[in-house]
């Protein structure tokens, strides 16, 4: 195969099925380009020069000059959506064996096999890092392969994982090693837990009615923190289900000037200040906030609205503070404000607690003290109540509804939930049901126990929720 040949693509978002194989869908004009089949293996290049490899599969769905790559593919060749790639073919070898490294503590019997399971006829190259949904391994960061180059895994390949309490049976920040595989030994290389850069997805609201994650919370103090690694799962763009146009919004509002402020400095603009996400609860809102973070490589600050408020007075406008200086200090980074209609509401005489930190809240957003690179998210499900101030250009520059999903959406979050179980016989995952009350039964109950549900009699959603034009 032609090594040199290489054609020049617009990098698009992976389908949701796609999400973590090292998959690369080519259209068939980009296949005919390359002289590439489906299954041969291609290599992504950044504009950086960063490399990642992976596997070609037919598109039907986008133009001649995209290809859809998935999050991990992006993250190694350190590109986001949008970015021109470089895609040339390339050989690849069966691999003798392979060595990895474990990004967070695992005791699941059997991991050496799971791992290889998870990468067999994955093409791969040392220094890649790949996430396995499964058993809660997380991320593994490829760190030597026998040969060198872009190998695959297959039967006979020796696997060797080094990490923490692998099977149970490390101490604490010890290294065990575990091998499996026919190939012939290589000697293995010992390490601590990988230190891969997987930003938490945290997510009181999961995944466009997805489960809820665990936040990550911050002790003492109110505000939340992720600005690196952490040991749960990177939230990407492929985990957000139905969300698709309110999730290019977002894009276009924060991305941009996270990921190249620079282009605003050239042309004498200021970039968007912030973006407001209303919606019923469990839509995905702080979903699509970390998302963006992750995606962006942009530090993740969470402020609660009700867990700053104070009895003590002027307590909560200082944990406020604490809050932005903390992304001024990992900046590029995002401010999320879970729940801002608790501590933002419109102000008036008799609420002095409140009015206060509206005012600090104010002067924080476009204050005379610069903000930086820094963006602020704010997600509510009583957006009319948000005190007006707050709702105008130079501070939450664009609102955006994060609604109750449709029948395509709703396929889209089963197809999230299930892309990894293995399912019974004869479950089709495109028979979404077009009555929710249906749908919510024929869903696996890990999924139903998330999904959207009917509004509390009487509340501000419930009359919404009768609309008899709503699917």
């Known amino acids: 195969m032609n090594d040199r040949a290489a054609v020049t693509l617009t990098a698009r978002g992976a389908r949701k099925r796609d999400a973590g194989r090292g998959v690369a869908r080519l259209s068939g004009e980009a296949r005919r380009t390359l002289g590439v089949l489906s299954g041969d293996t291609v290599v992504i290049e950044g504009p950086g020069g960063n490399e990642a490899v992976a596997k070609v599969w037919p598109a039907g769905d986008i133009a001649g000059d995209a290809v859809r790559i998935d999050a991990d593919t992006r993250a190694n060749a350190d590109v986001t959506v949008g970015d021109s790639v470089g895609v040339r073919p390339v050989t690849v070898e069966d691999a003798r064996s392979v060595t990895v490294s474990l990004s967070i503590p695992a005791t699941v019997d059997g991991l050496e096999d799971a791992i290889k399971r998870a990468l067999s006829d994955r093409p791969l190259r040392a220094g890649e890092q790949v996430r396995i949904e499964r058993f809660g391994i997380g991320s593994v960061e490829v760190r030597e392969t026998d040969p060198e ?44 837990a990988g230190s891969g850069s997987s930003p938490g997805s945290g997510d009181t609201e999961g995944k466009s009615a997805a489960d809820p994650i665990p936040s990550s919370g911050a002790g003492d103090s109110e505000a939340s923190e992720d600005t690196g690694a952490e040991s749960a799962g990177r939230v990407t763009y492929e985990d957000i289900g139905g969300l698709d146009e309110e999730l290019e919004q977002v894009r276009e509002t924060i991305e941009l000037p996270l990921a190249e402020p620079e282009r605003f400095r050239r042309l004498g603009i200021d970039p968007p200040k912030g973006v407001l996400l209303y919606g019923p609860p469990g839509t995905g809102k702080t979903l699509i906030a970390r998302a963006v973070a992750n995606e962006v490589d942009a530090g993740f600050v969470t402020i609660s609205g009700p867990e700053i408020m104070s009895k003590y007075k002027g307590e909560s406008e200082e944990r406020l503070r604490e809050g932005f200086e903390r992304a001024r200090e990992n900046a590029p980074a995002i401010v999320f404000l879970d729940e801002i209609d608790s501590i ?128």
Do not use: Y
């Open 149 to 192: 180059g872009t190998v695959k895994v297959t039967d006979r390949t020796n696997v060797r994982v080094t990490g923490t309490d692998i099977g149970g049976e490390g101490a604490p920040g010890g290294a065990e090693e575990a091998s499996t595989g026919t190939g012939a030994d290589t000697p293995g290389t010992e390490s601590s």
């Open 344 to 471: 933002a509401g419109a102000r008036d005489e008799e609420a002095d607690a409140e009015n206060r930190v509206v005012a600090q809240l104010l002067t924080l957003m476009d204050g005379l003290d610069p903000r930086g690179e820094v963006v602020v998210i704010g997600a509510t499900n009583r957006v009319d109540t948000v005190d007006p101030a707050l709702r105008r250009g130079g501070r939450f520059d664009r609102e955006v509804e994060i609604g109750v999903p449709g029948v395509a959406g709703r396929r889209e979050i089963l197809e999230v939930h299930t892309r990894r179980m293995p399912l019974a016989e004869g479950v089709a995952r495109s028979e979404a049901r077009t009555s929710r009350r249906r749908w919510r039964r024929s869903i696996p109950p890990r999924c139903a126990s998330t999904s959207p549900r009917p509004p509390i009699p009487g509340s501000r959603m419930s009359a919404a929720w009768r609309r008899p034009n709503r699917p």
